[in-house]
């Protein structure tokens, strides 16, 4: 699968089937977040994969969308690293997100093409995460997302009514016009 096609079938996953995520399949997804773009090549990014079931169920407690979670077959959660990437974005606010999103959507669509399914959960309690993984000072979690073979028939093909936004509405040449 090319990337556009990655791109064009990615859904986020909401049921997972119970089988093991192959080892190999795990590298690959990971490999391709560690390849993903970053400020200077900072790479302010570090990835802890979680598949011991305990540990699972008390990550899936510090979000409300634990079931999720909690019945994925591994969850892997990316941090940011605060010391990694001194660089703001505008002046004003730090470039550690944005450059941790750019891996994690570099993971999401190598899931997609490895024949996984990913969901991107931003709704978590910081703490609780940090406590969970044995988190130091500094490292933030930017991302929980559970990762797992799809139940067959979760997710819905996208249509043209998909709910998206014209070409027309979001892309503008020369200046800012809305």
Partial sequence: MDVLDAIR?????????????????????????RLAPSQQNLQPWRFVVVQDDERKRLLAQ????????????????AFAVEEDIPITIGGYISAYPLDVAVAVAHLQLAATAEGLGTNWIIEFNDEKVRSVLHVPEG????AVIPIGFPLEGNGAARSNGDGRKSPDEIIAYNDYPW
């Avoid at 079938?9 to 977040?33: M, W």
């Avoid at 490292?139 to 930017?142: K, L, N, S």
């Fill in 139 to 142: 490292i933030h979690p930017i």
């Fill in 62 to 77: 510090a979000s409300n969308r634990g079931k999720l979670i909690a019945e994925a077959p591994a969850v892997i959660v």
């Fill in 9 to 33: 079938s990615f859904r986020p996953c909401t049921q997972y089937n119970s089988r093991p995520v192959p080892p190999e399949k795990l590298k690959a997804v990971l490999a391709a977040a």
